[in-house]
């Protein structure tokens, strides 16, 4: 009798110890669990007794129009919403760097916010970066909750030339870019500056901007490089969570545990030290309040899986079962309920026998069915086999890269696009296939090529141009949009660029009239960049190959396209040059190339000297109709330049006393890609400087030795002022960083 009396006494002093843990942890039951329109569940409270702790405080303040307002801690950053799910929305400012007309810098800003008990999400979260020559940073301390505090910088570029050169809702790096958010982020401090003044783009750039935004809340519009200087703020997302320890430490301690809720379950946060709580399947509400977590009502709510003929929902505690309806029982599977037999055994076996019948007819449809997606799927195979699709995995492979087309089309929809690649939908024939137009469902234009496989070598061929394709992303390079290995002969699917190729401009005596020379140097130019970045900034570098005019196509706006990536090479970053079959047309070819078999960037600089020949002459790379000395245009052209004789090969239509000089400047230039040697020749890169630079010169003949030296100086020196600001021991990056952002810049890509 007396140890059930001291075992009684102890059951009691337990239950008394709960209650009190129960009462201490409730909030005030008169605490305002509003704020404006902000609902403010507990942990969060707006006075002391309605919150956990004081990292949960919210601050409810009246604006001058009597509003109230809320505030996360005392008052400095405004509260959007509050989730038990462990976030919370928050507003925060943009950091800026502004310019006036004249390109001197008239204000800038910098923002961020320093928090210890919340984290950044880095799930939810993008650094952003908006303008034209811009770069920005962003710094803080990272904390995961098991080391020491560490520091953190990044920072991202942005650059554009002109309004239309942006595309809305791409941050790629053209007037607008973005980075990630590391994970354990607990403060931050953004800041901005400008390569160069605003001077060229303050029409719709003056000035540039870093802010740190939840990711879904913001979509970049190039309107957004004015207007963002009348906005403040963006919102932002923050992941909380209770204390430091995980849940199994937690729940040592029933003082202090904060899933209170009688059906509430613990789960570590995911971004930081600490862990949250929620409620318990089938069940909720506010799992940090003792009466917090509700049953859910599964019948009332629809949300149950009965069948409403045959059965009865039944609600239970976090959960719900099925019973059967009146006239029906449980079948033999004791799972689900059939109607009561009352029928005579005649009935019971006509039954039977219309089941078996049924049953044979579904499967025999169901086994042909099978059979034929079988041999299906067996003939897509085999064509994704005879296609090269193997071959393209191995190479993508060797290349560490994967297919990024926008989209794998089916047989049909490119059947449906070309109305059955009919004869009047052709739009080109080269040695690896045919190119037709078609018009996709939502009426975009588009350009498939169909290749022509007929041995291993032409396979070779177009998987080599599927892997080349992958690794470039240039706006002077046609754009991959998707393929098709499915069919039994493979197709490509490109952007549709509708005014022909360079080779009918040139050599079309009606089209060639309207081709003047700023247009030839602009078309020159951009063929140059674009070979440039084949060679040197791509991961891998690209030989072409094949450049020719045919091979260039333009736009509306006469912007070139470089294409047909069918011969081109991949070159291993510890080789300079592959000895690979010549492949070429003949006129473009590579002397050293055609005798040696070493195939080098060289190669396609030899080639894009015979383009700027045809540019600057009008005439054909090999024409037959000439003497025979003169058959070969890059003979002709550099004897002809050899004999002071310059002039007199011109196309009459670009030839005028004010551009006689840049005339020379281009078919000297021209000269020197087409040397014999290799050696001897420029870099690609070289010649799309010495082409850029004439083209800034052609726009502002006034300016050429003032620019030149005004954008030197520039690079040499990182103007002072365009930020200003002290982060301690955590801006190494700011440190490093302008350096590396001088590089040469490949159009922000």
């Not at 002093?13 to 409730?26: D, E, N, V």
């Not at 047309?585 to 055609?594: H, I, N, S, V």
């Amino acid at each position: 009798m007396a140890f059930r009396g001291m075992l009684w006494q102890q059951k009691l002093l337990f239950g008394a110890f709960i209650l009190a843990a129960t009462a201490t942890s409730q909030p005030d039951p008169n605490c305002n669990k509003t704020c404006g329109n902000l609902s403010i569940p507990y942990p969060f409270g707006t006075t002391e007794g309605c919150y956990l702790d004081s990292s949960f405080l919210i601050t409810c303040n009246y604006t001058s129009a009597g509003t109230p307002t809320p505030f996360l801690r005392k008052g400095d950053l405004p509260v959007l919403n509050i989730s038990l799910d462990g976030e919370l929305r928050i507003l925060s400012s943009i950091a800026r760097d502004c310019y006036n007309e004249s390109g001197f810098f008239v204000n800038g800003t910098y923002s961020g916010f320093s928090l210890s008990k919340f984290r950044v999400s880095y799930t939810r979260n993008k650094f952003t970066a908006i303008g034209c020559a811009t770069y920005a940073y962003i710094s803080g301390e990272v904390d995961d909750g098991n080391s020491e505090v560490k520091n953190y910088t990044a920072g991202c570029t942005s650059v554009c030339d002109t309004f239309d050169s942006m595309d809305n809702g791409s941050c790629s790096g053209i007037g607008c870019c973005q980075t990630s958010i590391p994970e354990g982020l607990i403060d931050f401090t953004t800041a901005v500056g400008s390569f160069k003044n605003h001077s060229k783009v303050y029409r719709f750039n003056p000035c540039d901007f870093g802010f740190v935004v939840e990711e879904k809340a913001y979509n970049f519009s190039r309107f957004d490089l004015k207007s963002l200087q009348f906005r403040e703020t963006f919102p932002v997302v923050l992941d909380w969570a209770v204390g430091n320890d995980t849940c199994p430490d937690a729940q040592k301690n029933l003082t202090s545990y904060a899933c209170k809720a009688a059906h509430s379950e613990c789960y570590n946060s995911t971004n930081g030290p600490g862990y949250r709580c929620k409620c318990s399947s089938g069940f909720l509400g506010n799992p940090y309040l003792p009466d917090g977590c509700f049953d859910i009502d599964e019948c009332s709510n629809k949300l149950d899986n009965c069948d409403n003929k045959s059965q009865i929902c039944n609600n239970s505690p976090g959960g719900f079962y099925c019973s059967c309806s009146e006239g029906y029982e449980v079948d033999g599977s004791g799972t689900s309920c059939r109607a009561k037999v009352n029928q005579s055994k005649v009935i019971s076996i006509a039954l039977g026998i219309s089941i078996g019948l049924l049953a044979l007819v579904v499967g025999g449809s169901w086994i042909s069915w099978v059979l034929k997606r079988r041999k299906l799927l067996k003939l897509k195979e085999r064509f994704f086999k005879q296609n090269g699709g193997l071959m393209l995995q191995q190479k993508l492979l060797s290349h560490r890269g994967s297919v990024k087309t926008d989209k794998i089309f089916s047989a049909k929809e490119l059947e449906n696009a070309t109305n059955n690649y009919d004869k009047s939908r052709v739009i080109g024939q080269g040695g690896y296939g045919t190119v037709y137009k078609g018009v996709l469902p939502d009426n975009k234009v588009v350009a498939i090529k169909k290749s022509k496989i007929s041995d291993q070598r032409q396979i070779e061929q177009f998987i080599n141009e599927v892997v080349v394709l992958t690794q470039i992303n240039h706006r002077n390079v046609v754009k991959l949009l998707g393929c098709c290995l499915e069919t039994e002969v493979p197709l490509l699917v490109y952007e549709f660029i509708t005014n022909g190729t360079l080779s009918d401009h040139i050599h079309n005596k009606s089209l060639s009239s309207s081709l003047s020379w700023e247009i030839r140097l602009k078309i020159a130019a951009e063929t140059a960049g674009a070979l440039a970045y084949l060679h040197f900034s791509t991961s891998m570098p690209i030989i072409h190959r094949d450049v020719k005019t045919t091979n260039i196509l333009l736009d509306d706006n006469y912007m070139a396209k470089v294409s047909d990536f069918g011969a081109s090479r991949l070159v291993p970053l510890d080789q300079t040059q592959l000895t690979t079959l010549v492949q070429g047309t003949f006129g473009y070819l590579d002397p050293e190339y055609f005798h040696t078999s070493q195939l080098t960037e060289k190669s396609d600089v030899y080639s894009f000297g015979v383009v700027v020949a045809e540019l600057l002459t009008g005439n054909e790379a090999l024409s037959f109709n000439r003497p025979e000395s003169d058959r070969n245009l890059a003979m002709y052209f550099v004897s002809a330049i050899k004999e002071d004789r310059l002039l007199e090969i011109l196309d009459n239509h670009i030839v005028n006393e004010s551009n006689i000089e840049e005339l020379k400047e281009v078919a000297n230039l021209a000269k020197r890609c087409l040397r014999v040697r290799g050696e001897d020749r420029p870099s690609m890169k070289e010649v799309a400087m010495e082409l850029e630079g004439l083209t800034v010169m052609g726009k502002h003949p006034w300016g050429k030795a003032a620019i030149y030296t005004e954008e030197t100086e520039y690079l040499l020196d990182v103007p002072a002022h365009s930020f200003n600001i002290d982060v301690g021991t955590s801006t190494t990056g700011y440190d490093s960083m302008p350096n590396q952002l001088l590089e040469p810049l490949d159009d922000g890509r």
